[in-house]
């Protein structure tokens, strides 16, 4: 059976009664759920709520994973929960399941991998002058999209640029700009 937890009481209600639950009122508001678990799955670990970053997640021994008090506004929607379940038994309404992607321990590097790439690393400022492959820079902007952000608000807004008489104009209003806000400053 898959239970629905509702933040206004936290107790488990049967999918079944999912409708009725969204379409009841609790002073005037509409019931929202925070996450879903399906029993069947879930193996009443805790991890969930272990990873939790904001610790909203509650969970005793033997029991189901709930959210606790004022999870629904303070829940940042990271995906940690629903990541690191081995069962796969956690849904989150913040969270879009298929971009969870899971653990591959066989792709989590070394400590000296990781060195390596870190101290290694260099930053580009001679550039060819051919363009990169469109697909390319969706998959780069795509993996970009999962890196961390304040409270993972990911207010990041791209704008691909092609042609070097866009780029050169583009440089110029950024170091208008830039020259416009340090007057500012002085």
């Known amino acids: 059976m898959r239970i629905l937890f509702t933040l ?8 079944g009664l999912l409708f009725a639950a969204i379409s009841k009122k609790k002073k005037g508001k509409n019931v929202m759920s925070l996450f879903v678990i ?3 799955l879930c193996n009443q670990d805790g991890i969930c ?18 959210p606790g008090k004022a999870a629904k506004k303070m829940c940042i929607g990271c995906g940690h929960c629903v990541t690191v379940c081995p ?11 298929q971009k969870c992607t899971p ?3 066989k792709l989590i590097p070394t400590p000296e991998q990781l060195e390596h790439y870190i101290r290694f690393r260099r930053s580009t400022r001679a550039y060819k002058s051919s363009n990169v492959d469109p697909q390319t820079i969706e998959k780069i902007i795509n993996v970009a999209a999962h890196a961390p952000s304040a409270h993972n608000s990911q207010q990041v807004h791209w704008k691909v ?12 209003k950024t170091i208008e700009w830039m020259n416009s806000h340090i ?4």
């Open 8 to 15: 206004w009481n936290a107790k488990p209600i049967p999918l």
């Open 38 to 40: 399906d029993e069947k």
């Open 87 to 97: 069962k796969k038994a956690i849904e989150n309404i913040k969270v879009e399941t």
């Open 183 to 186: 007057k500012t400053l002085y």
């Open 161 to 172: 640029m092609s042609g070097q008489d866009n780029i050169r104009k583009m440089v110029e």
């Open 49 to 66: 709520a272990d990873v939790c970053p904001l610790k909203i997640i509650e969970f005793t021994e033997n029991n189901y994973p709930f």
């Open 103 to 105: 653990i591959d321990k």
